[in-house]
């Protein structure tokens, strides 16, 4: 049988990570197709006209092309509401998103290999550039570990696996590839938790088709 | 009276002109503590018990402190409904959402006062720290101007004002600061009608209490 969905991804993309444990959260079964990034492919003329941003992830379900990791997460938190990855009250929902966006919006744009490849071409030497990421996550990461100091539980947000969680575990392989300080008690109790769910063990880089 | 809301932030930072539109357009009211980025004020002890990551905006109410733009935008959306930021179809909201996720986590972050300062401390020339910016710009709107052009009506997504205007019009402000192109056609009629509502009129940089 055919899967309804199809992800455009990379095995090694961050935000492709958080949108393969999204669907696993759920128990969606999908396709994937794999764009090299180092060699462009995801500016090819195919995948443009999926996403002109030409930025993976896209998720492709009949003839609808939904692009954007955290959008792709809220929608599959609507069409399917179980296991639920925001919290029912509004300002726990808040939190969990704030928390979210640290990463998706303040961590991971700025040290994604488009950016790192810009500074690359200014002159940056490599020690510099890997600086650069180091900065940015272990800035980032701090922020995350003091905005959940008062939240106990297993997960970022309690009990429950939220949508803080799908965008942390990505984030911290970044992390580890930078020569991040990993030194988040908090964080480092969570990713270990969560690395012991089916959904985060399969989505992770090394297990995905097109890795090399 | 006591306005239940307090703003910190600046009146030049564009993820606060977001906020500004939102709480505009839910007819809140709300005071506002603005924080000079340049001179660091984000990051006093004060604020940073406010914000640990020592970002503006930061939104106070009664005991509660939300952070994160585009979060605090989906709170009040759900707290006040109506006007609804973001259309009724998970598709379309979706969609939105990534429109706003392209601003907010792919332009914004990339070229804020504090990668420009981290580009100029690694010794890159102010032309070199404009054209950084207005590159990134131009690139991130020309996707947003793709994103829509099957959309109809005055704003981004339609006849009614979503998610998407909030962020754009904030992002507009910055791609003439740094000389973008300016070239969208349907990202520029969005724009003129935008500003003749009141809400996004006295949500402008320039019509702040901090405004210099």
Redesign the interface.
Known sequence: MTSQYTLHGFFRSGASYRVRIALNLKGVSYEQFGYKLRKNEQNSEAFLKLN????VPALESND?V???S???C??LD??IPTPKLLPDN??E???V??FS??I???I???QNLK?LQ?LSA?G?DED?VNA?AATTINE?L??CE??IKRQSGPFCFGEDVTLADVCLIPQLVNARRFGASMKWERLMEIEAKCLTLDAFKRAMPENQPDAV
Chains 1, 2 share one sequence.
């Open positions: 002109p941003q030409g930025f609808t939904l692009t954007q955290l959008a792709i809220e929608y609507e069409i509004a300002i929902r808040a939190r998103r704030a966006q640290v998706a919006c303040d991971h744009p700025i950016i810009r200014l940056l510099q650069w980032g701090d922020a003091a905005l």
